[in-house]
């Protein structure tokens, strides 16, 4: 597969796989613009009814023709559409997991579970400059020797922040107003500087982006306009995450319309569906990536590819890791990695009792204290195995929810109570399938703060965010020697990816609020 093509692709899932419309852009088009679905759209071409209604009974859908004979000839082209990127084989399948999750429920685990093994997890703050600085250097020799990717989850729209657009493009009041993607492209941008320091040769690491359907095309254009961030436009590629049908309670698929079905997002899990049927997992296979940092888009301290993260990972020939942060009290309302019946997963809080919650070791610790943040290593090996062989095993996640429907008029009407359900699936279930799982624990005020909410919140929300970054960055500039005056402080990517050579910059200087620190001090503003 032509690396310069595969990024037009795009994951159809759920959609899933059903992907005949998907086709190559060999004509140079940039990422997913020429990638339109060539499904048909005239009645020539269209299944006749008789045949699409047999396929659905076959499956107990017919009922999705319902209004077939009301439908103009678009609107049965549009049905027809989105009942062939059904897989139906798998819908009852699907349904009758979804609900035997759904029954699991609310089941207490702690007779099943035990924390990480000493031996399994890395303390940061209770490592060894040297021995951090060992795996540091690993890690950049693996980007000099092109064998690292960043899988990047950005499938959300900023709804909740009140931003009408892809998650990413949201600036949250920096002095450089620079965006999420921007901030985590220039990170990349600055490793591959970083590693030819210490190797003498230029590694490129590629950005593998999943995105929505609805965000994929400004997402698009925004790495476009923005000319990718000084990263090479053949090492950025987007995809797109899938979706998976609504159903109600009785195993129905919900129509949203006449000639629509209800679908929704199939959560970060679906990442590896998409990455198999979008060809990125052959993509890699033909660039010799061995190792991926995967992560959501939502953290601002996020450091991208960490260099000391895909070090310890090698070195310690993990198949799969994460990174967590110790919790901030027993009640902290965040999934724990822990392992269940001899497997590593994420257990919910609401999985554990308060008595396991707050259990702690003879040195005063959370017994179960390994909070998950949504980022995750995994070798391009463990990858291939789950798109190959486990994806289809991984857990389904249910929801109810209030779902718009159809009803026996015709008439699309919102529930004022669930009505139905939907289906996920979280990229963190793949932990058990892992013959080496390892953590690593990294302070949270240093890489973890979530982009969640609006101010108003005051919590996991732009005003929380942008004073982490600023307390970090001041953090770094006065471990290298330099006094700050007041709180406002940025530093850009290309000056310090993580706080490393900043000594020449400002040592025994002094500088006042607000600091942004550019490619030289005369960015100090």
């Given at each position: 597969?032509?690396?310069?093509?595969?990024?037009?692709?795009?994951?159809?899932?759920?959609?899933?796989?059903?992907?005949?419309?998907?086709?190559?852009?060999?004509?140079?088009?940039?990422?997913?613009?020429?990638?339109?679905?060539?499904?048909?759209?005239?009645?020539?071409?269209?299944?006749?009814?008789?045949?699409?209604?047999?396929?659905?009974?076959?499956?107990?859908?017919?009922?999705?023709?319902?209004?077939?004979?009301?439908?103009?000839?678009?609107?049965?082209?549009?049905?027809?559409?989105?009942?062939?990127?059904?897989?139906?084989?798998?819908?009852?399948?699907?349904?009758?997991?979804?609900?035997?999750?759904?029954?699991?429920?609310?089941?207490?685990?702690?007779?099943?579970?035990?924390?990480?093994?000493?031996?399994?997890?890395?303390?940061?703050?209770?490592?060894?400059?040297?021995?951090?600085?060992?795996?540091?250097?690993?890690?950049?020799?693996?980007?000099?020797?092109?064998?690292?990717?960043?899988?990047?989850?950005?499938?959300?729209?900023?709804?909740?922040?009140?931003?009408?657009?892809?998650?990413?493009?949201?600036?949250?009041?920096?002095?450089?107003?620079?965006?999420?993607?921007?901030?985590?492209?220039?990170?990349?941008?600055?490793?591959?500087?970083?590693?030819?320091?210490?190797?003498?040769?230029?590694?490129?690491?590629?950005?593998?982006?999943?995105?929505?359907?609805?965000?994929?095309?400004?997402?698009?254009?925004?790495?476009?306009?923005?000319?990718?961030?000084?990263l090479l436009e053949e090492n950025v590629l987007l995809f797109e995450q899938?979706?998976?049908?609504?159903?109600?309670?009785?195993?129905?698929?919900?129509?949203?319309?006449?000639?629509?079905?209800?679908?929704?997002?199939?959560?970060?899990?679906?990442?590896?569906?998409?990455?198999?049927?979008?060809?990125?997992?052959?993509?890699?296979?033909?660039?010799?990536?061995?190792?991926?940092?995967?992560?959501?888009?939502?953290?601002?301290?996020?450091?991208?590819?960490?260099?000391?993260?895909?070090?310890?990972?090698?070195?310690?020939?993990?198949?799969?890791?994460?990174?967590?942060?110790?919790?901030?009290?027993?009640?902290?309302?965040?999934?724990?990695?822990?392992?269940?019946?001899?497997?590593?997963?994420?257990?919910?809080?609401?999985?554990?009792?308060?008595?396991?919650?707050?259990?702690?070791?003879?040195?005063?610790?959370?017994?179960?204290?390994?909070?998950?943040?949504?980022?995750?290593f995994f070798t391009a090996d463990f990858l291939q195995k789950i798109g190959?062989?486990?994806?289809?095993?991984?857990?389904?996640?249910?929801?109810?929810?209030?779902?718009?429907?159809?009803?026996?008029?015709?008439?699309?009407?919102?529930?004022?109570?669930?009505?139905?359900?939907?289906?996920?699936?979280?990229?963190?279930?793949?932990?058990?399938?892992?013959?080496?799982?390892?953590?690593?624990?990294?302070?949270?005020?240093?890489?973890?703060?979530?982009?969640?909410?609006?101010?108003?919140?005051?919590?996991?929300?732009?005003?929380?965010?942008?004073a982490d970054l600023h307390r970090l960055h001041r953090k770094y500039i006065?471990?290298?020697?330099?006094?700050?005056?007041?709180?406002?402080?940025?530093?850009?990517?290309?000056?310090?990816?993580?706080?490393?050579?900043?000594?020449?910059?400002?040592?025994?200087?002094?500088?006042?609020?607000?600091?942004?620190?550019?490619?030289?001090?005369?960015?100090?503003?």
């Amino acid at each position: 597969m032509d690396n310069g093509c595969l990024c037009r692709l795009q994951s159809e899932m759920g959609r899933n796989n059903n992907n005949s419309g998907q086709q190559h852009n060999t004509n140079g088009g940039r990422l997913l613009r020429n990638a339109i679905k060539s499904s048909p759209t005239t009645a020539t071409t269209m299944t006749d009814y008789q045949t699409l209604h047999t396929r659905l009974a076959q499956v107990g859908q017919e009922h999705l023709l319902k209004f077939w004979p009301e439908l103009t000839t678009d609107e049965r082209s549009a049905l027809e559409r989105d009942i062939n990127e059904l897989n139906l084989n798998e819908i009852k399948m699907y349904f009758d997991r979804a609900t035997i999750s759904m029954n699991e429920n609310g089941i207490k685990l702690d007779d099943r579970l035990q924390p990480i093994p000493d031996d399994q997890i890395l303390s940061i703050a209770r490592t060894s400059e040297d021995k951090l600085n060992s795996y540091r250097e690993e890690g950049l020799q693996q980007i000099s020797d092109g064998r690292v990717a960043v899988l990047l989850m950005a499938g959300g729209q900023g709804t909740r922040l009140g931003f009408d657009q892809p998650k990413g493009m949201y600036d949250v009041g920096l002095e450089s107003h620079k965006t999420l993607f921007r901030i985590q492209g220039e990170r990349i941008l600055k490793l591959g500087q970083l590693a030819e320091e210490l190797t003498g040769k230029r590694g490129h690491i590629v950005w593998y982006i999943m995105t929505s359907e609805h965000t994929k095309q400004p997402t698009l254009a925004y790495f476009e306009a923005n000319n990718y961030f000084g990263l090479l436009e053949e090492n950025v590629l987007l995809f797109e995450q899938g979706s998976l049908p609504c159903f109600d309670y009785d195993g129905r698929i919900i129509l949203d319309e006449k000639h629509r079905v209800s679908r929704s997002p199939d959560g970060n899990g679906g990442i590896y569906r998409a990455m198999q049927v979008s060809g990125i997992l052959d993509d890699m296979q033909q660039r010799g990536i061995r190792y991926l940092h995967a992560h959501s888009v939502d953290n601002i301290l996020i450091k991208v590819a960490d260099p000391v993260f895909i070090g310890y990972c090698a070195q310690e020939q993990a198949d799969c890791a994460a990174k967590v942060v110790e919790k901030s009290a027993p009640n902290e309302a965040v999934g724990v990695v822990a392992i269940v019946d001899g497997k590593y997963q994420v257990v919910e809080y609401s999985e554990i009792s308060a008595k396991t919650a707050e259990m702690r070791n003879s040195d005063g610790r959370l017994t179960f204290s390994a909070g998950n943040i949504c980022n995750h290593f995994f070798t391009a090996d463990f990858l291939q195995k789950i798109g190959s062989t486990y994806e289809r095993e991984l857990k389904l996640h249910v929801a109810k929810k209030k779902i718009p429907f159809v009803d026996n008029a015709g008439k699309r009407l919102t529930p004022d109570k669930p009505n139905g359900i939907k289906i996920e699936k979280f990229v963190f279930d793949v932990f058990e399938f892992a013959e080496k799982f390892v953590a690593m624990e990294v302070p949270r005020e240093e890489e973890f703060s979530a982009l969640k909410n609006a101010d108003a919140a005051g919590k996991d929300c732009p005003s929380t965010a942008r004073a982490d970054l600023h307390r970090l960055h001041r953090k770094y500039i006065e471990n290298a020697g330099g006094i700050v005056h007041g709180d406002i402080c940025e530093i850009a990517p290309s000056v310090s990816y993580a706080g490393e050579n900043l000594a020449h910059l400002v040592e025994g200087k002094s500088f006042s609020s607000p600091v942004y620190l550019r490619d030289s001090l005369q960015g100090h503003l």
